[in-house]
Protein backbone atom coordinates (compact mmCIF):
# COMPACT_ATOMS: atom_id res chain seq x y z
CA UNK A 1 0.00 0.00 0.00
CA UNK A 2 1.61 3.25 -0.90
CA UNK A 3 2.32 6.26 1.07
CA UNK A 4 -0.47 8.45 -0.40
CA UNK A 5 -3.17 6.01 -0.14
CA UNK A 6 -2.36 5.58 3.28
CA UNK A 7 -2.55 9.53 3.49
CA UNK A 8 -5.84 9.18 1.78
CA UNK A 9 -7.20 6.92 4.60
CA UNK A 10 -6.29 8.86 7.00
CA UNK A 11 -7.75 12.11 5.56
CA UNK A 12 -11.17 9.64 5.30
CA UNK A 13 -11.35 8.41 8.76
CA UNK A 14 -10.40 12.44 9.56
CA UNK A 15 -13.61 13.54 7.09
CA UNK A 16 -15.78 10.54 8.73
CA UNK A 17 -14.99 12.21 12.32
CA UNK A 18 -15.62 15.58 11.25
CA UNK A 19 -19.00 14.83 9.35
CA UNK A 20 -20.45 12.82 12.32
CA UNK A 21 -19.98 15.49 14.58
CA UNK A 22 -21.55 18.07 11.78
CA UNK A 23 -18.73 19.95 11.26
CA UNK A 24 -18.42 21.10 14.73
CA UNK A 25 -15.26 19.55 15.43
CA UNK A 26 -12.02 21.30 13.39
CA UNK A 27 -11.26 19.48 10.71
CA UNK A 28 -7.52 20.36 10.69
CA UNK A 29 -7.28 19.52 14.53
CA UNK A 30 -8.60 15.97 13.46
CA UNK A 31 -6.01 15.52 10.86
CA UNK A 32 -3.57 16.24 13.14
CA UNK A 33 -4.71 14.39 15.85
CA UNK A 34 -4.89 11.22 13.78
CA UNK A 35 -1.79 11.59 12.23
CA UNK A 36 0.03 11.90 15.46
CA UNK A 37 -1.86 9.00 16.47
CA UNK A 38 -1.79 6.39 14.04
CA UNK A 39 1.02 7.54 11.70
CA UNK A 40 3.98 9.18 13.99
CA UNK A 41 7.02 10.22 11.20
CA UNK A 42 4.36 9.57 8.42
CA UNK A 43 5.71 10.96 5.41
CA UNK A 44 3.13 11.94 3.38
CA UNK A 45 1.34 14.20 6.44
CA UNK A 46 1.21 17.29 4.16
CA UNK A 47 -0.43 15.31 1.60
CA UNK A 48 -3.13 14.32 4.20
CA UNK A 49 -3.49 17.76 5.53
CA UNK A 50 -4.44 19.24 1.94
CA UNK A 51 -6.78 16.69 1.35
CA UNK A 52 -9.06 17.57 4.76
CA UNK A 53 -8.58 20.98 4.32
CA UNK A 54 -9.39 21.06 0.11
CA UNK A 55 -12.56 19.49 1.19
CA UNK A 56 -13.46 21.47 3.99
CA UNK A 57 -12.73 24.90 2.05
CA UNK A 58 -14.59 23.32 -1.25
CA UNK A 59 -17.33 21.19 0.91
CA UNK A 60 -20.20 23.29 -0.64
CA UNK A 61 -19.06 22.96 -4.54
CA UNK A 62 -18.09 19.54 -3.75
CA UNK A 63 -21.74 18.56 -2.03
CA UNK A 64 -23.39 20.34 -4.87
CA UNK A 65 -21.54 18.45 -7.75
CA UNK A 66 -22.13 15.08 -5.89
CA UNK A 67 -25.95 15.66 -5.59
CA UNK A 68 -25.92 16.47 -9.18
CA UNK A 69 -24.45 13.30 -10.38
CA UNK A 70 -26.25 10.70 -8.11
CA UNK A 71 -29.65 12.45 -7.60
CA UNK A 72 -31.51 9.17 -6.49
CA UNK A 73 -29.27 9.71 -3.99
CA UNK A 74 -29.62 12.90 -1.43
CA UNK A 75 -26.02 13.41 0.72
CA UNK A 76 -27.97 12.65 3.90
CA UNK A 77 -29.05 9.46 2.42
CA UNK A 78 -25.46 8.45 1.11
CA UNK A 79 -23.37 6.70 4.29
CA UNK A 80 -20.76 8.42 5.88
CA UNK A 81 -18.00 6.75 4.64
CA UNK A 82 -19.38 6.79 0.73
CA UNK A 83 -20.12 10.47 1.38
CA UNK A 84 -16.48 11.36 2.36
CA UNK A 85 -14.73 9.03 -0.13
CA UNK A 86 -17.10 10.63 -2.82
CA UNK A 87 -16.31 14.06 -1.00
CA UNK A 88 -12.35 12.87 -1.49
CA UNK A 89 -12.67 11.78 -5.46
CA UNK A 90 -14.70 14.95 -6.21
CA UNK A 91 -11.98 16.82 -4.35
CA UNK A 92 -9.06 15.46 -6.63
CA UNK A 93 -11.23 15.69 -9.32
CA UNK A 94 -12.32 19.03 -9.36
CA UNK A 95 -9.89 20.39 -7.37
CA UNK A 96 -6.17 19.11 -7.22
CA UNK A 97 -4.75 19.55 -10.42
CA UNK A 98 -1.26 17.16 -9.75
CA UNK A 99 -3.37 14.08 -9.39
CA UNK A 100 -4.39 12.40 -12.62
CA UNK A 101 -8.40 11.87 -12.85
CA UNK A 102 -7.85 8.01 -13.26
CA UNK A 103 -5.51 8.04 -10.55
CA UNK A 104 -8.44 10.14 -7.88
CA UNK A 105 -11.29 7.46 -9.01
CA UNK A 106 -9.18 4.42 -8.60
CA UNK A 107 -7.87 5.32 -4.79
CA UNK A 108 -11.33 6.44 -4.45
CA UNK A 109 -13.00 2.89 -5.40
CA UNK A 110 -10.30 1.06 -3.39
CA UNK A 111 -10.97 3.46 -0.36
CA UNK A 112 -14.84 2.45 -0.50
CA UNK A 113 -14.02 -1.40 -0.74
CA UNK A 114 -12.04 -0.83 2.21
CA UNK A 115 -14.23 0.81 4.77
CA UNK A 116 -17.44 1.05 2.78
CA UNK A 117 -20.40 -1.94 2.53
CA UNK A 118 -20.84 -4.43 -0.55
CA UNK A 119 -21.96 -2.18 -2.77
CA UNK A 120 -19.83 1.02 -2.03
CA UNK A 121 -16.70 0.43 -4.74
CA UNK A 122 -19.39 0.38 -7.86
CA UNK A 123 -21.82 3.15 -5.97
CA UNK A 124 -18.33 5.70 -5.72
CA UNK A 125 -17.37 4.41 -8.97
CA UNK A 126 -20.70 5.77 -11.01
CA UNK A 127 -20.45 8.79 -9.58
CA UNK A 128 -16.87 10.14 -9.84
CA UNK A 129 -17.24 8.30 -13.79
CA UNK A 130 -20.16 10.38 -14.48
CA UNK A 131 -18.36 13.39 -12.97
CA UNK A 132 -15.23 12.77 -15.17
CA UNK A 133 -17.16 12.46 -18.35
CA UNK A 134 -19.10 15.31 -18.14
CA UNK A 135 -15.54 17.18 -17.30
CA UNK A 136 -14.40 15.99 -20.01
CA UNK A 137 -17.88 17.06 -22.10
CA UNK A 138 -17.51 20.31 -21.03
CA UNK A 139 -13.80 20.18 -22.07
CA UNK A 140 -12.01 20.58 -18.71
CA UNK A 141 -9.23 18.82 -18.34
CA UNK A 142 -5.92 18.53 -16.04
CA UNK A 143 -2.21 18.47 -17.24
CA UNK A 144 -1.84 15.70 -15.23
CA UNK A 145 -4.40 13.81 -17.29
CA UNK A 146 -2.21 14.28 -20.64
CA UNK A 147 -0.26 11.27 -21.88
CA UNK A 148 3.36 12.39 -21.02
CA UNK A 149 5.62 12.51 -24.55
CA UNK A 150 7.92 9.31 -24.83
CA UNK A 151 11.55 9.71 -24.68
CA UNK A 152 13.32 9.58 -28.15
CA UNK A 153 15.95 6.66 -27.99
CA UNK A 154 18.74 7.77 -28.98
CA UNK A 155 20.61 6.57 -32.23
CA UNK A 156 24.37 6.93 -33.23
Not at 12 to 34: C, H, I, P, T
Not at 118 to 142: P, T
Amino acid sequence: MSNRHLARALAMQSLYEWDFYDGEKNASDVVERNLTEFAPNFDENDFAKSIVQGVVKNQKQIDETITKFAPEWPLPKITTVDRNVLRIGTYELLFNFDIPSKVAINEAIELAKTFGGESSGKFVNGVLGAIYRDQLAQGVSKESDKPKPKKEEKTE
